[in-house]
């Protein structure tokens, strides 16, 4: 891991192998370990950056300067620092998922010129409605009275498949883990970003780069059929789902989910 300095804060990155530069952008409350079998599976071709995003993971907040809310673009401003200070000109490609996702819509927006193609996993272009909103600001303050796990209570049972319960307890154990130890003030500060996140309708003709969109069958956050018509919106985008998965993929199905991603890939570079 490096950790790298970006003026007010440091983060916590994954930067390993060489080739052109993946840059995989996790989910809420997560970290970057949710990719641990992308990082091992795509090193061998690709540089792979994975960081924990500010407030999550190593790269928490501190308490006493913590930020009430953090926003998308916050979050899309801090990862282009972080190529910055990596020395990452070339155009990335930008994988995230769900909230890593909401980032990269404002990644794309704002920085088109740093991104080589997309990949969207089980995410949304909508905005909140004003219901998921206030549970959103409830949660943001519930983990700072309670606690991370407390407040986060049968988040998991929504994430991932039953299946994925059953067959990999494993999974649902490190995800668990990863859910309870996610930083309280991060935890707070992102959800209040999501809540006041724009809807991005309006982008998403104007993506201009190749795009894969990527949902686990049995997602019920960002359902298969709510992705499709994301899809349908970007121009240049292909649409797979990932059988036996809810809405953790990279870690319910690595092997399907990696394949998936490696052709999109050898497509985007030829190869
Ligand atoms: C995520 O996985 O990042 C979350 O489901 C995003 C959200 O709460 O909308």
Known sequence: MKQVGLDDKTVNTIDCGSGPTLLFVHGFPLDHTMWLSQIEHFASDYRVVAPDLPGFGNSGFDPQNAPTTYSMKSFADDLLRLLDALDIDEPVVFCGLSMGGYIGWQFVRHYNERVKAMILCDTKSAADTK?????????????????????????????????????????????????????????????????????????????????????????????????????????????????????????????????????????????
């Not at 796990?149 to 995800?175: E, F, Y």
């Not at 130890?181 to 998403?204: I, K, T, W, Y």
């Not at 919106?233 to 991603?261: C, Y």
Request: hydrophobic residues 45%; proline residues 10%; aromatic residues 4%.
């Open 131 to 271: 219901e998921v909103a206030r549970a959103r600001h409830f949660m943001a303050d519930g983990v700072i009275e309670a606690g991370t796990s407390l407040a986060t209570k049968g988040m998991l049972d929504r994430m991932i498949s039953p299946k994925t319960v059953q067959n990999s307890p494993d999974v649902a154990m490190t995800l668990q883990a990863m859910i309870d130890n996610a930083p309280p003030h991060g935890v707070a500060a992102a959800q209040r970003g999501m809540a006041e996140r724009p809807d991005v309708a309006n982008l998403l003709p104007h993506i201009d780069l190749p795009t894969l969109l990527i949902c686990g069958e049995g997602d019920q956050i960002s359902p298969p059929a709510e992705m499709q018509s994301i899809a349908a919106a970007i121009p240049n985008a292909t649409f797979a789902t990932i059988p036996n998965a809810g809405h953790m993929p990279p870690m319910e199905q690595p092997e399907e989910f990696n394949l998936a991603v490696a052709e999109f890939l050898n497509d985007v570079f030829s190869k």
